[in-house]
């Protein structure tokens, strides 16, 4: 199983408790990737591709209180993070935006001030909000979240030097195995395969390709002289 | 240097006419990953998790005219992209909206109907856009591009087939290499390995669980070992020649019970007659229904798909394009049109789930999928 880590030692609540009071913010509403992932220990990476499949974690009594899940995620939700009231939504029939409408509602934070992530919030979620709740004020957050978690916690700080080192041991092995005449797609593979990693971001490329900005592995033959990056 | 491909052979052109003439656009901005990559050619993954590295592609007269993207990002749009008039804006510096703005102007746009992808755009940027040109219609086009992409060219689907068909002999390959006592990650690693012998650019996205863990949705491989009795799920797919391949293959740990056999049998009939339906004129909720009647009457609980999804088209890159397979999506099917099919259902301790890519034709379906693997039977871990 993987390390489940818990809000603790992950999410900085004493800095997300200060910025959320000089926003001015009674409730925080995050539903980046990044954030969610941050503030509840859960991520799929299919939300990244399928919008409508929105996990959202709302910040409420100074902490993250409540995650709101697509119903067959919440087995995830429960599994991988700390956030023990779980909400859930039928894709395509119910929008997510129903049930965090309704929470906001059930908590009495309607009528506050209600930070949002305006650069991830979609225009038609947004309109579908301010539909439901006309009487709210939504303020932009992006700022709130950002700062909480550019304070790293000594437990990210751990877990970022080892993803950093057993990256750099990966690529360093990779290359010593790597000659003139290799493909930049061979030196990606034997970097890749290997490890504990879960998923890489990739770019490997020879003199020819320096200027492509990021690029993926091709069949360019590496010769003597080029620089590989 | 990979060969630079040409926009009449990935974008259905005459589709993405008749649409904009339907909802009657002048313009038609696209700005997500997966409008602006099939209007452009030109991807560029740094962008989902880095929103102010907009990309923006403008169709107009008829096709798209105009990219624009950071500037970092000129070489590759560039050097990948069908594209000529790329334009650039300084991150941090100028707003992506600045250059749109500038260019809608500039070709006399700026009080047209203008469709914009609702569902990607987000507010800041919307709001910003409005405050530029107050005089412009815009409107939501999120439609107008998934029913373009949704009628695939003939090159677009020879992509789709190579991909899947190389992904699905990886992952035969990888569990013909494993077995009991084997652990989650070492199957998923020889996956991956797999595909990447085969030419795959990057793993798209890997599940591979096995008990207990097949019943956490998206469960990564984790230290668990392989052990006897247990069903094995995986969800996979890996990205070849810029097109991904998504797939979903279950096996049992040394010997199934009878149990876990009946279950796979009524599952793999199930999967069986819906790729048999895949046929044009068909309402895509017509799938849904079929499979939720048949696990009724077998005695199967389907609540865990009803609260999503049993299939849905793909393309040029990871993501779930329209149409969607759900109870309520009342989309035609069209030839040329394809689907990944993928009925599933949970029991108290296993999941259940099959996934093949399938091409709908004049008359008839065509796995596009098929290999030398035969699913008839669940795979067995030796």
Redesign the interface.
């Given at each position: 199983?993987?390390v489940r880590l818990s809000m603790k030692s992950v999410v900085n609540l004493e800095i997300l408790r200060r910025e959320m009071a000089r926003a001015n913010l009674d409730t925080l509403v995050a539903s980046s990737?990044?954030s969610t992932f941050y503030l509840s220990g859960v991520v799929?990476?299919?939300y990244?591709?399928?919008?409508?499949?929105l996990i959202i974690v709302v910040v409420h009594d100074g902490r993250p209180g409540t995650i709101i899940v697509?119903?067959?995620?919440e087995?995830?939700a429960r599994?991988?993070g700390w956030i023990e009231d779980v909400r859930?939504y039928?894709?395509?029939?119910v929008s997510p935006v129903s049930t965090l409408a309704d929470l906001l509602e059930e908590k009495g934070l309607v009528k506050g001030r209600i930070g949002?992530e305006?650069?991830?919030?979609?225009?038609?979620f947004?309109?579908e909000l301010v539909t439901r709740l006309p009487n709210a004020t939504f303020i932009?957050a992006?700022d709130v979240i950002q700062r909480t978690r550019s304070i790293k916690t000594p437990e990210e700080i751990k877990h970022l030097k080892t993803a950093a080192q057993l990256t750099d041991e990966a690529v360093y092995a990779a290359w010593r195995q790597s000659h003139p005449g290799d493909t930049e797609?061979e030196d990606?593979?034997v970097a890749?395969?290997?490890g504990?990693a879960?998923?890489?971001?990739?770019v490997c490329q020879w003199a020819?390709h320096d200027?492509?900005?990021?690029?993926?592995?091709?069949k360019?033959t590496g010769a003597r002289g080029d620089r590989p990056q | 240097?990979?060969e630079r491909p040409t926009m009449e052979r990935f974008v259905n052109l005459g589709v993405l006419q008749r649409e904009m003439t339907r909802a009657s656009l002048d313009a038609l901005v696209a700005s997500s990953p997966?409008g602006s990559y099939y209007l452009s050619g030109f991807l560029?993954?740094?962008y989902?998790?880095l929103?102010?590295r907009l990309t923006i592609v403008v169709a107009y007269e008829g096709r798209p005219r105009t990219a624009i993207v950071s500037g970092?990002?000129e070489?590759?749009a560039r050097?990948?992209g069908w594209i000529d008039d790329v334009r650039t804006y300084k991150e941090h510096a100028v707003s992506p909206v600045s250059p749109l703005a500038d260019l809608l102007e500039e070709k006399g746009l700026a009080k047209g109907r203008i469709g914009?992808e609702?569902?990607?755009?987000?507010?800041?940027f919307?709001q910003e856009l409005l405050q530029r040109l107050p005089n412009a219609t815009f409107v939501?086009a999120?439609d107008v591009i998934q029913r373009t992409q949704s009628v695939k060219t003939v090159d677009e689907i020879e992509r789709l087939r190579k991909a899947a068909q190389l992904t699905d002999e990886a992952v035969f390959e990888a569990w013909k290499q494993s077995h009991p006592g084997d652990t989650e990650?070492e199957v998923a690693?020889r996956m991956?390995?797999e595909w990447?012998?085969r030419?795959a650019?990057?793993?798209s996205?890997?599940t591979v669980a096995s008990g207990r863990n097949t019943?956490?949705?998206?469960?990564?491989?984790?230290?668990?070992k392989l052990e006897a009795g247990e069903i094995v799920h995986s969800d996979h797919g890996a990205i070849f020649d810029g097109f991904w391949s998504d797939l979903g293959r279950l096996g049992v740990v040394a010997r199934p019970s009878q149990h876990q056999r009946d279950l796979y049998k009524i599952l793999r009939e199930i999967h069986r007659a819906m790729i048999e339906m895949a046929r044009p004129g068909i309402e895509v909720r017509e799938f849904f229904a079929f499979a939720k009647s048949e696990c009724n009457r077998r005695g199967i609980d389907f609540s865990?798909a009803?609260?999503?999804?049993i299939g849905h088209s793909m393309g040029q890159?990871?993501?779930?394009e329209a149409p969607?397979v759900?109870?309520?999506?009342r989309a035609v099917l069209e030839p040329n049109m394809v689907l990944a099919l993928e009925p599933m259902f949970m029991t108290s301790d296993e999941f259940y789930h099959l996934e093949d890519l399938v091409l709908v034709t004049e008359n008839t379906a065509q796995i596009l999928s098929k290999t030398g693997w035969d699913t008839e039977e669940l795979f067995v871990f030796e």
């Open positions: 199983m993987a990737p990044e799929d990476n299919t990244v591709f399928l919008r409508d499949r697509s119903g067959i995620m087995p995830l599994a991988t859930t039928k894709e395509h029939a949002i305006a650069k991830w919030w979609t225009l038609a947004y309109q932009p992006d797609r990606r593979r890749e395969a290997r504990g879960r998923q890489p971001h990739n020819e200027n492509y900005a990021p690029h993926s592995g091709r360019k | 240097m990979a997966e560029d993954d740094t989902l998790f929103r102010d970092i990002m070489s590759a050097s990948m914009v609702v569902k990607w755009w987000t507010v800041a919307y939501p999120d990650k690693d991956t390995d990447m012998k030419g650019e990057a793993t996205h890997l019943t956490i949705t998206h469960h990564k491989a984790s230290s668990k865990f009803e609260n999503s999804e890159r990871p993501g779930h969607i759900h109870a309520y999506n």
